[in-house]
């Protein structure tokens, strides 16, 4: 059902030396409709930011999960689109910030899951 994943902005900085750090963090899921909204596909748009150990650490994570749809009748709007695939954005900038981390020679972060 995924069809793509846009990375939009990767940030990170790392001043520290510290092999664990405490982070607090943030994130918002926001629901994208295609100017087009003929087209059989809407997109979630997840914002992470998470900072530590005196902003030593910083990562902020805006990437752009697009869902297909085979038919218009599938298509779900708004609200419900959310709380359905909610989790599966999640996962998926999960996945794409581990990569663009590893890509850098650096420890995957285990973040949590999310309570819908």
Request: hydrophobic share 40%.
């Amino acid at each position: 059902m995924i069809k793509e994943v846009n990375c939009l902005k990767f940030v990170y900085e790392c001043l520290g030396s510290k092999s664990e750090i405490k982070l607090e963090s943030e994130i918002q899921f926001t629901v994208q409709v295609p100017k087009n909204e003929s087209l059989l596909e809407r997109a979630i748009l997840v914002i992470f930011r998470a900072h530590g150990d005196d902003d030593k650490f910083k990562l902020e994570c805006i990437c752009r999960v697009v869902f297909s749809f085979s038919t218009p009748a599938e298509v779900i709007e708004g609200k419900e689109f959310l709380e359905l695939y909610r989790n599966d954005a999640y996962d998926a900038m999960k996945d794409l910030m581990n990569n663009c981390l590893s890509s850098l020679k650096q420890n995957k972060l285990n973040l949590p899951e999310i309570e819908c």
